[in-house]
């Protein structure tokens, strides 16, 4: 079974700082992906950041980057120069390389900006 | 873009009482999810289905069921409500069906709707 971690319920950050979020994630599977999905408050659900296991390199989106640390089953988010607007729940998410297409999530990060 | 509606932004519904959820999506998509989201347990998922009339459980079945009559549309069916299901249920889709499983295509999420149940 595939579980994630998010040990982090709650954090601030001052805007324009950089703040980031920590994951970890239990797994038998060689190759996964991973991904960060951001719920502002009472807005959808979006995809922040994918990153595929067999890929080294980590993954980097405009101000948003990640940490993937294979071997140490680790995933964390940076939020560079962080605004206002990325204050939102924070949800860390595993999806196997075969088989369903379901994501395991963790219990989620509450980010605030603080301006 | 991709849209996902649901239903009801907010329901309240009595225990004992058949309550059906609602979701759409307008993107030909062939897999639909349902989750339930809770303070301090993330997303949990409750059933999902990669085709028409297809349906898989998740990890949190019990208490619930669903129907897919048509591609676009994935109900989500209490067949007699408990207030320990009182939550905010998300639906979700994806592209490819199972067998193409492995391109990793992220999820689209629907707005939530948070039931009540007393």
């Known amino acids: 079974a595939q579980t994630v971690t998010q040990s982090q319920p709650e954090m601030s950050v001052q805007e324009a700082e950089t703040v980031t979020l920590s994951c970890t994630y239990d797994?038998?599977?060689?190759?996964?992906?991973l991904f960060w999905y951001k719920q502002p408050p009472s807005r959808q659900m979006i995809l922040v950041i994918r990153q595929e296991a067999y890929k080294q390199q980590n993954a980097t989106e405009n101000r948003f980057s990640v940490n993937f640390q294979k071997a140490a089953k680790s995933f964390s988010l940076k939020i560079s120069d962080s605004q206002l607007g990325d204050t939102a729940m924070y949800f860390c998410a595993f999806m196997k390389h075969t088989g369903a297409n379901n994501l395991f999530f963790g219990t989620g990060t509450r980010l605030t900006v603080i301006p | 873009d991709v849209k996902v509606t649901q239903s009801s932004r907010y329901l309240v519904k009595r225990t004992g009482e058949k309550v059906f959820l609602e979701c759409v999506q307008d993107m030909d998509h062939e897999n639909m999810f349902w989750y339930r989201q809770d303070p301090g347990l993330g997303l949990r998922l409750i059933y999902f289905?990669?085709?028409?009339?297809?349906?898989e459980k998740g990890d949190i079945p019990e208490g619930y069921s669903v129907s897919r009559e048509k591609k676009e549309r994935f109900s989500l069916i209490l067949e007699s409500a408990s207030t320990n299901q009182t939550s905010m249920y998300l639906c979700?889709?994806?592209?490819?069906?199972?067998?193409?499983?492995?391109?990793?295509?992220?999820?689209?999420f629907g707005p939530g709707t948070r039931l009540t149940v007393t």
């Open positions: 289905s990669y085709d028409v009339k297809m349906k």
């Open positions: 797994t038998s599977e060689n190759n996964y992906y």
């Open positions: 979700a889709s994806s592209p490819l069906g199972r067998l193409l499983a492995g391109t990793g295509y992220e999820q689209y």
